[in-house]
């Protein structure tokens, strides 16, 4: 979640976006954590 904030962060100031990529970095992160987490302990039955 904190590297794809730190890279949307970036986009953010590169581009000027006022906190938008910012937000979707740290919501693709969380995304990417909940999969991970899944893959680990296995599908809920």
């Known amino acids: 979640m ?4 730190f890279i949307g962060w970036l986009v953010d100031q ?5 906190g938008i990529a910012t937000g979707i970095g740290v919501v693709l992160g969380m995304a ?14």
């Open 32 to 45: 990417g954590g909940i999969v991970l987490v899944v893959r680990r302990l296995g599908t809920p039955t």
């Open 14 to 18: 590169w581009l000027d976006t006022g």
């Open 2 to 5: 904190v590297f794809w904030g």
